[in-house]
């Protein structure tokens, strides 16, 4: 595969941590390489945050609530700025498609049409909230004025993961930001490119300094030292179950806010009278958008005995139609999985459903030696308790499980330590209803897969899927306190 650097110019793209408006090296001078998951070859080195850093980052994002220009400024005039940030978005949008794609391995098609629309949309959104976060008057003594407004939560600790690098980032940038908070965003060390994209672009809209601060690092590093940090009033986070567990942990030393968005292992019940077709077309792109890397991939697929074999055998034919390739290739449908180290974790999973008995009826191999392509692969034959039903693998598998009841088929849909996501595929109206109030997920989608909106909350309930809700109005309650303020009169 031919190099990227020869026809991308990244000479222009941002590599240094952004604290306070300027932008710096960390005080170690370390850097670390951001490579393309396609060709495996070092993009750009970027530097390296550390606590030292991130105590600067906070210190400078405590400043900016506090005084200067954020502090006295309108919603109106936050909800300008973040305009103004979505139009330099919109206007260099192939751009920062091209930065996303080859960071993250996605096919240009699909981050044109979904991951730069989303952000640009979640930002136009909340900067349209920016002057309409009221308060409320509420009565209680005639000789009191009693009213409730809602005030920025503080400085909010960002941390994101590379499976959508900059709509994670924006996710919670936007609201934060319309809200009259300050953030220190820490994105994902696979992928850090686009969110600093994203810092000079807020500094050209006018976004203060110190508004945004970015500092890319590792998990153990930056983020370990943001989620521990005395003077962050709320963490955002969004990825592994096992990191949300770290970082609640942490956050209970100082008692700091969490939002938690986690794993998945959403099912999807296609009852006998669904409208197969439609249900085996939008299961395979809810199974391998992003080849598999979405926290709301359709990853168990329970299907009512008497289309079983019409759909697997449809399931894994729209698989094997998949082009997978170079993500600047457009041809190109499927690009590689993110790392070296997550297509080992998914072929372990294969090896797993495999040894389990599971039957591997399209994929389950790696493709090439050079990059990190996984073939779409549909498992048939998958029991409840088996790895691959039961814990998220984050890569282009599915399982397909049977049923015969409804019962049945709700006990497997709930079978699991996860609460993200659900859909159903029936024409019995009765039954789609019934069955997104027996689901327990925090999205149900009846006769399609996947769509989200940014007016729309979205978030786990409980367990390995997390708490809290991102997005929506919910997002503004995230990013705000009510204050109260009793005001004696004489009556
Ligand atoms: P994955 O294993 O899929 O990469 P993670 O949860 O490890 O998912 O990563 C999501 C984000 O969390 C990344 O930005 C990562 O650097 C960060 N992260 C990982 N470990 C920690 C930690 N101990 N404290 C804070 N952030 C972390």
Same mark, same amino acid.
């Given at each position: #595969? ?86 330099? #978005? ?11 794609? =080859? ?132 963490? %955002? ?21 969490? !939002? ?19 249900? =085996?077309?939008?299961?395979?792109? !809810? ?9 709301? %991939?359709? *990853? ?13 055998? !449809? ?22 999985? =993110? ?82 996501? %659900? ?37 786990? #309930? ?17 990013? *705000? ?11």
């Amino acid at each position: #595969m031919s190099s990227v650097l020869d026809t991308v110019d990244l000479s222009r793209t941002p590599t240094r941590l952004l604290i306070g408006g300027e932008w710096c090296e960390s005080a170690s001078g370390k850097r670390f390489a951001t490579l393309n998951p396609a060709t495996e070859e070092v993009l750009l080195e970027v530097a390296e945050a550390g606590a030292a850093e991130v105590d600067a980052a906070v210190d400078a994002a405590q400043a900016a609530l506090r005084k200067g220009p954020w502090a006295t400024m309108t919603g109106a005039e936050r909800g300008r700025i973040l305009h103004r940030l979505a139009a330099l #978005m919109r206007e260099r949008s192939e751009e920062l498609v091209l930065l996303e794609s =080859i960071d993250a391995g996605k096919p240009l098609a699909a981050t044109r049409r979904m991951d730069l629309p989303a952000a640009i949309d979640c930002l136009e959104y909340y900067a349209g909230w920016a002057d309409k976060i009221t308060g409320e008057v509420v009565p209680t003594r005639r000789d009191a004025l009693t009213y409730i407004h809602r005030v920025p939560v503080g400085v909010v600790g960002a941390i994101v993961p590379w499976n959508f690098p900059l709509m994670n980032a924006v996710w919670k940038v936007a609201p934060a930001l319309a809200c009259g908070c300050t953030v220190v965003l820490k994105p994902a060390e696979l992928t850090p490119l686009s969110a600093l994209w994203l810092g000079r672009a807020a500094i050209e809209a006018g976004l203060p300094a110190g508004v945004l601060n970015i500092v890319p690092g590792f998990g153990a590093g930056a983020g370990a030292a943001l989620v521990s940090h005395p003077d962050i009033d709320k963490i %955002a986070f969004t990825g592994s179950p096992q990191t949300g567990q770290f970082i609640m942990r942490a956050a209970a030393e100082h008692i700091t806010h969490i !939002g938690l968005e986690l794993g998945g292992k959403s099912p999807c019940v296609v009852f006998a009278d669904a409208d197969l077709e439609a249900a =085996i077309r939008q299961t395979s792109s !809810g199974s391998f958008f992003n080849a598999g890397q979405v926290c709301s %991939a359709a *990853t168990r697929v329970i299907v009512e005995d008497s289309i079983h074999d019409a759909f697997v055998e !449809g399931l894994a034919k729209r698989a094997k139609t998949l082009r997978l390739g170079n993500p600047l290739d457009s041809a190109t449908t499927m690009g590689p999985v =993110i790392s070296q180290r997550q297509m080992e974790r998914i072929l372990g999973y294969i090896d797993a459903g495999r040894k389990e008995g599971a039957q591997a009826v399209c994929g389950g191999h790696r493709v090439g030696n050079a990059g990190y392509f996984i073939e779409p692969t549909v498992f048939a034959g998958v029991g409840k308790t088996m790895k691959i039903a039961q814990e998220e693998i984050f890569g282009p598998v599915v399982s397909v499980m049977r049923f015969s009841d409804e019962e049945q088929a709700l006990n497997l849909a709930n079978g699991t330590a996860y609460s993200l996501a %659900a859909a159903v595929w029936t024409r019995n109206i009765d039954r789609g209803h019934r069955m997104s109030h027996q689901l327990n997920a925090g999205t149900v989608w009846v006769n399609t897969y996947g769509p989200t909106d940014t007016r729309l909350p979205w978030g786990g #309930m409980g367990g390995q899927s997390g708490i809290g809700r991102d997005l929506g109005r919910a997002a503004i309650d995230n990013y *705000t306190e009510q204050k109260t303020v009793w005001l004696q009169t004489r009556a």
